[in-house]
């Protein structure tokens, strides 16, 4: 069974490590704020100037004026900050930055990202996504493995306009955990009840499969 938003989120979060500074795209990635392990010093951060996000608010903790990236009301941590975004993408440029989360389109087999346009479709842009791949050595790609009609958006070379080339080693859909090396996407994991076969079948580029991959653990 495909996962949800919220357990591709869940199962992002497992790749954090404490001490981790964490930029969460729009989209899926900023889910990943809700299944931070408990005891885990990590340190969120969006790129319109809040480094300590925390959990959505409940409605009784809403702040109107505290947003992440994508304008959605958010909290703040213990320890948290707030800073012009000036400030924040000198953070990530200056590779401060551990990991990054981000939503895409399309990737390929040599780590292609294109996440920011759509010809003929109404795209917000391209926001601070160019900044963060060329920013950061640790990227995961969150996104659905192929579209509402079936068609695969892990491919051999992407179709779209790029965000960033070779700069994406981890792909987490709503199938499968897949790493990008040597051109050739690598399947790490499965979602529970999803096949192999499943998994090849909506994967246009190249997928290696070594001996009985493993179903992901929540």
């Keep these: 069974m495909a996962l949800s938003r919220e357990q591709i989120a869940q199962r992002v979060a497992q790749e954090?490590?404490?001490?981790?500074?964490?930029?969460?795209?729009i989209g899926i990635p900023t889910l990943v704020a809700n299944y931070v392990p408990k005891g885990m010093d990590v340190m969120l951060q969006s790129e319109n100037g809040l480094?300590?996000?925390?959990?959505?608010?409940?409605?009784?903790?809403?702040?109107?004026?505290?947003?992440?990236?994508?304008?959605?009301?958010?909290?703040?941590?213990?320890?948290?900050?707030?800073?012009?975004?000036?400030?924040?993408?000198?953070?990530?440029?200056?590779?401060?930055?551990?990991?990054?989360?981000?939503?895409?389109?399309?990737?390929?087999?040599n780590g292609n990202i294109a996440s920011y346009m759509?010809?003929?479709?109404l795209i917000k842009g391209m926001g601070g996504a160019m900044d963060l791949v060329a920013g950061a050595d640790n990227i995961i790609v969150t996104m659905?493995?192929?579209?509402?009609?079936?068609?695969?958006?892990?491919?051999?070379?992407?179709?779209?306009?790029?965000?960033?080339?070779?700069?994406?080693?981890?792909?987490?859909?709503?199938l499968a955990f897949i790493e990008i090396k040597n051109g050739k996407f690598h399947l790490l994991e499965r979602a529970p009840g999803v096949s192999v076969e499943e998994i090849l079948t909506l994967t246009e580029g190249e997928l290696m499969v070594s001996g009985d991959v493993p179903e992901m653990s929540f």
């Design 144 to 174: 659905t493995h192929a579209s509402k009609h079936g068609v695969s958006k892990l491919l051999t070379k992407c179709s779209l306009p790029l965000t960033g080339k070779g700069c994406i080693k981890k792909v987490l859909t709503d």
């Design 51 to 109: 480094l300590g996000m925390g959990q959505f608010p409940n409605e009784d903790e809403i702040d109107a004026d505290l947003i992440n990236a994508g304008k959605q009301t958010v909290t703040m941590a213990t320890g948290a900050s707030v800073f012009n975004s000036a400030e924040s993408f000198a953070m990530i440029r200056g590779g401060h930055v551990d990991l990054t989360v981000l939503g895409a389109f399309e990737v390929d087999v």
């Design 16 to 25: 954090l490590q404490d001490g981790y500074y964490v930029n969460l795209g």
């Design 118 to 121: 759509i010809p003929g479709k």
